[in-house]
């Protein structure tokens, strides 16, 4: 079922408070360069050196970020995000650190407000930049560097600070805590539907997000219909079951930890083998391979988007599902983070080829495939809208060249931002969610 636009504009103006509501930052001014600097000594290790000395100065990363592609602005340029970061690695820890504070200077307050601007509203952490590289050189891990080290110092933007904030201090998102949980669940039951909360043990943790309580009901319907149908002993917990972590996002660790040990600690206690991220891009790395190295060690349970676990039922032979679109031509974007860095490509194909679809693919796709624009928190940055608007026009050219008559993808954030778009150009493609589609296609 199509999204109410008219719910989609309300959580719109929400998003649009959110600056406003952001409590000020404890770092002052004086302090900031000092505190920049701490995390940049903290964080530069070998492996961080190694690819800073690695650029060979080509400029490939610029033609691969979407944002430099839209714009031809050389500030956008992916490796100039990091120069902060080069700098104090020339100056302090290069090996001709005594030859760079000679002739280079320190880096100084005004820096950090301008390249707040580039990390935060021009970055979406989406890694094609690093991808394209021909020297290998990771710029989207450093740019998370660089979102820590200004974390440090206070310059989270307003809109991202502000929900931040509030999963720190109140451990929901967007106002969504257990008793909005709750509310949806009773919602599924009172449907008709078996939503076992809470259970002591489950081989398998349900996560959700905030978006699917109050934008996306279909699709936790959808999520709740597949776990019953495949017979998973399945549960979803009230007090860990937001994927979301916007103390990744802002670079604020203290709040990324604390909650991804939330869940963590959930799915050990149940004994849980696996733990299924919704559809929400941003979760995956947060729990995938951020939630062990912030827990410490190895998670003794394996970590799946909803669109790999389907996938795999359907390549395993475990699911059928209805055709729902012969003669439908569709176009499907990998989500950055489940797609170029989790490696998971086949299994939403899978998936849409067992939903009977005609599937084209959009002229740069898979590890190629351009981001959606209002990922790593960009669609609450309220100065990042430019930038998003610019990325929208790119996808949709790209998926008018290929004729698709939707555009499907299994993510949020890639939701939203394509939904924003939709409704700013009256764009006349639907945006549709994989898992959603696989609801409505499960057999009777
Ligand atoms: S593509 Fe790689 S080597 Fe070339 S400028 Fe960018 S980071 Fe440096
Ligand atoms: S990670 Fe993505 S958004 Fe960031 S600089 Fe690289 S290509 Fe651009």
Redesign the pocket.
């Known amino acids: 079922m199509a999204v109410d636009m008219n719910v989609f504009r309300g959580f719109l103006q929400q998003v649009r408070q959110l600056p406003a509501m952001a409590q000020p930052t404890e770092c002052p001014d004086t302090e900031r360069v000092a505190a920049v600097k701490a995390v940049f000594k903290e964080r530069i290790d070998a492996g961080v050196a190694s690819h800073l000395e ?9 033609e ?1 970020c979407h944002f430099f592609v839209q714009t031809g602005d050389p500030q956008f ?3 100039h995000k990091l120069e902060p970061l080069r700098r104090f690695y020339r100056r302090e820890k290069g090996p001709f650190a005594w030859l760079y504070r000679l002739i280079e200077r320190d880096i100084e307050e005004t820096d950090l407000e301008q390249w707040q601007r580039l990390v935060y509203d021009s970055c979406t952490e989406c890694g094609r ?1 690093s991808f ?4 290998g ?1 990771d ?1 989207a891990h450093m740019v998370v560097i660089m979102r820590r080290a200004l974390a440090n110092a206070g310059l989270i933007p307003a809109g991202l600070r502000a929900v931040e904030q509030e999963q720190g201090s109140q451990g929901t998102v967007f106002g969504v805590g257990p008793k909005q949980l709750m509310a949806a669940v009773e919602a599924l039951r009172v449907r008709g539907y078996e939503v076992p909360v809470d259970k002591d043990k489950a081989d398998v943790l349900v996560l959700t997000a905030t978006t699917d309580i109050l934008l996306f009901h279909d699709a936790m319907e959808s999520t709740v219909r597949i776990m019953n149908h495949l017979g998973v002993d399945w549960t979803i917990h009230t007090c860990a079951f937001e994927g979301a972590n916007f103390g990744m996002l802002s670079g604020y660790e203290k709040v990324q930890k604390a909650a991804s040990e939330r869940i963590i600690r959930e799915a050990i206690r149940c004994g849980a083998k696996v733990v299924i991220i919704p559809e929400c891009g941003h979760a995956y790395p947060a729990m995938r391979w951020e939630g062990a190295n912030e827990h410490g060690e190895p998670l003794p349970f394996e970590v799946m988007a909803i669109s790999e676990f389907i996938g795999r039922q359907v390549m395993d032979g475990k699911l059928s599902l209805k055709p729902i679109g012969k003669g439908r031509r569709v176009t499907y974007h990998d989500p950055c983070k489940v797609g170029r860095h989790g490696g998971v490509f086949d299994e939403p194909r899978a998936v849409l080829d067992a939903l009977g679809v005609e599937r084209v693919e959009l002229p740069d796709n898979r590890e190629m495939n351009y981001c959606c624009g209002g990922g790593a928190g960009l669609f609450v940055i309220d100065t990042a809208e430019r930038y998003r608007a610019l990325a929208f026009d790119l996808k949709r050219k790209q998926v008018e060249a290929t004729g698709a008559q939707s555009l499907i993808t299994a993510c949020d954030s890639c939701r939203l931002s394509f939904l924003a778009g939709t409704d700013r150009t009256q764009w006349d493609r639907p945006i549709e969610s994989l898992v959603e589609l696989v609801g409505q296609a499960l057999p009777d």
């Open positions: 690695a650029c060979v100065h080509c400029g490939i990363c610029a691969a340029t992916p490796i930049c394209a590289c021909p020297q050189v710029i």
